[in-house]
């Protein structure tokens, strides 16, 4: 599979990236976690952010999301600077995320879950809420059917009806995509979305998450330890090693570069 | 959801009939405590059901409607078609400056820091003599809807408070089943999953809280006018208990499940009356058979229930097919 979009190496002057964080340092105690890490996300880009366990991935994740506070650095979204802001300020800009550890609604239904997500394009007055008109209804009619779409589009619709907690660890992970997607977001960033997925799996996975960009999101930002799937589905990859960023470049590249195959592997004997 | 509604319409038409097919006043003064309790559990399983955190100050909104109603009809000699509603509305604001504290905490955290708010406002009523008359409280609360017209008998305070609890039910309804309501439930389940959709915990948490402290207004308002008399027992514990076990009884999370829970409660409040003393162990043992065998109370039961039914009839149709 050929990336459809040229890689950028750097921001240009006068195109703006969708997402852009300088210099992210984030110190828990005396444990620094991410140091001084700066990268951007091009729209229609989907950017793998990889890295050997414990570098600092969703730590990172966190930051750019407002879970946690970076002790230093920005991160600018669409031009804005959202460092500091409250998580679902954050993500009613359209930044919005998925979780490492799988984080569902156990006791909804899948299309419950679905339809929860959609809470910001049919956020009301209060009035509105006590005194539903004509506009309110149809806001609901359209979630209503945007989710059924959307579960539809992962491939869970035999399941709509069927209680979280009684998903397989699989079915798990692309029900969070679909809370994630049904939330409309412009960057969609998703932390470890094919763990537990089988090969095949993985796979099918990928090809919906490229088809996903233009249609649905503007861009992805992935965090994955399936290094088939990462590599067929990122348009450019960004390594990080113990909270610093150790390479950024094509899968192509990645995958020929010593210092990565270094970090995840050890040193070649000499 | 239309299925709970018709149950909501259902109930509420039936009661509507009960006293012109009931005369016997103390049958009477049974549903009006009934309707009266199911306001009160209808407003705390918001809190507790929706937003997932356990009050234990809900009395607090009780006894301030309770004294605000009777404050305006003894000093002011106000009508109750203009108290309650002024009731409810005090008490949304004690409620949105409670929980701009309360809120912002969580689990034991939150029960414990409510409980103190109802006790802070039980010592004040008990202690600032000159408003509400101290321990005395405030006797002969007016007894007139609109003017002069006065409520003499008990079918006129039960068609009152069974108004009280559809307009209870229609803005618990409205608001379960709305995006605010979908929200409420987010954050119940998982607040990470909340706030990367967009929900600001918070606010949603608040909105429902206002909104519990607005009905238990109401409610209190209503008591007031009904028994007259006002006294700072409305902020004691015992109403609160009686609220949690008409919620977890009932079913918290569900609209019907509180409802269910206050009926039964006070009818089996009065059929205990015999065993005196021993009512309260009784009930005592009724709730931690309740969480230990109905975590989910009667309506999580029933609803269990439906759903094994739902899934044997395709049973048996798959073993049909394969004979």
């Known amino acids: 599979m050929t990336a459809t979009t040229q890689p950028t190496a750097e921001p240009t002057a006068d195109r703006q ?13 005396g444990i620094t976690a991410v140091k001084d890490f700066s990268f951007h996300i091009e729209p229609g880009e989907i950017v793998g952010l990889i890295g050997p366990n414990g570098a600092g ?43 490492q550890k799988t984080n569902v609604m156990k006791r909804l239904t899948v299309f419950e879950n679905v339809l929860t997500g959609h809470y910001m394009a049919s956020r009301q007055s209060l009035l509105a809420t006590f005194f539903p008109g004509e506009a309110v209804r149809r806001a609901e009619r359209e979630a209503r059917e945007s989710a059924a779409a959307i579960v539809e589009t ?84 960004v390594v990080l090693n113990f909270g610093r960023k150790l390479a950024e470049g094509r899968p192509a590249e990645i995958i020929e570069n010593r210092q990565v195959a270094e970090a995840y592997l050890g040193k070649a004997a000499a | 959801m239309t299925l709970e509604r018709n149950i909501l319409l259902a109930f509420l038409a039936g009661a509507a009939l ?10 009477l003064h049974l549903a009006i405590m009934a309707l009266f309790y199911a306001v009160l559990a209808s407003s705390l399983n918001l809190v507790v059901g929706y937003v997932g955190e356990f009050s234990l100050g809900h009395t607090a909104f009780l006894g301030t409607g309770a004294y605000t109603a009777a404050l305006l009809s003894t000093q002011a000699g106000m009508p109750m078609w203009v108290t309650i509603p002024l009731a409810g509305l005090v008490s949304a ?68 408070v069974l108004g009280i609890a559809a307009v209870a039910l229609y803005f618990s309804y409205r608001f379960v089943y709305s995006n605010a309501g979908r929200a409420a439930v987010a954050v119940r389940e998982n607040r990470y999953v909340a706030q990367s959709i967009g929900v600001d915990p918070f606010g949603t948490a608040m909105q429902a809280f206002v909104l519990g402290a607005f009905l238990a207004g109401l409610a209190g308002g209503f008591y007031a006018h009904y028994i007259s008399f006002v006294g700072p027992e409305v902020f004691r514990f015992a109403f609160m208990a009686t609220m949690i076990i008409m919620v977890l009884l009932g079913g918290k999370g569900t609209l019907i499940g509180p409802l269910a829970g206050a009926v039964i409660v006070t009818v089996l409040e009065e059929y205990l009356r015999e065993v005196q003393e021993l ?20 309506m999580g039961f029933i609803a269990l229930r439906r759903e094994q039914q739902a899934a044997k009839p395709t049973l048996n149709a798959a073993k049909e097919r394969t004979v």
Request: aromatic share 8%; glycine share 10%; proline share 4%.
């Open chain 1, 17 to 29: 990236p969708l997402l852009r964080a300088d210099d992210l340092t984030m110190t828990f105690g």
């Open chain 2, 93 to 160: 604001v004690f409620g949105f400056a409670i929980g701009a504290i309360t809120l912002r905490l969580q689990g034991p955290y939150f029960v414990i820091v409510t409980l103190s708010f109802a006790e802070v406002l039980r010592i004040v009523a008990n202690n600032w003599i000159a408003v509400t008359n101290g321990p005395m409280g405030l006797a002969g609360v007016g007894q007139n809807l609109f003017g002069d017209v006065a409520v003499t008998d008990k079918a006129g305070f039960f068609l009152i």
């Open chain 2, 279 to 298: 009512r309260l162990t009784l009930f005592g043992l009724i709730v931690m058979a309740i969480v230990l065998f109905l975590p989910n109370g009667l």
């Open chain 2, 18 to 27: 009960l006293p012109f097919a009931v005369t016997d006043q103390y049958i």
């Open chain 1, 154 to 237: 992962m491939g869970l619709a035999q399941r709509m009806n069927a209680p979280a907690h009684l998903l397989s660890c699989g079915e798990l992970r692309l029900l969070e995509v679909a809370v994630a997607l049904a939330a409309k977001p412009s960057l969609l960033m998703l932390d470890e979305p094919a763990a537990g997925l089988n090969s095949h799996e993985a796979g099918t996975f990928g090809a919906v998450l490229k088809t996903l960009i233009g249609r649905s999101i503007d861009a992805l930002l992935i965090v994955e330890h399936n290094m088939d799937l990462v590599m067929s589905v990122s348009d450019r990859i």
């Open chain 1, 57 to 99: 991935k969703t730590t990172c994740f966190n930051m750019l999301t407002g879970f946690y506070a970076p002790s230093n650095g920005r991160v600018r979204f669409k031009g804005q600077d959202i460092t500091n802001r409250k998580p679902h300020a954050i993500a009613r800009l359209g930044l919005v995320r998925s979780f």
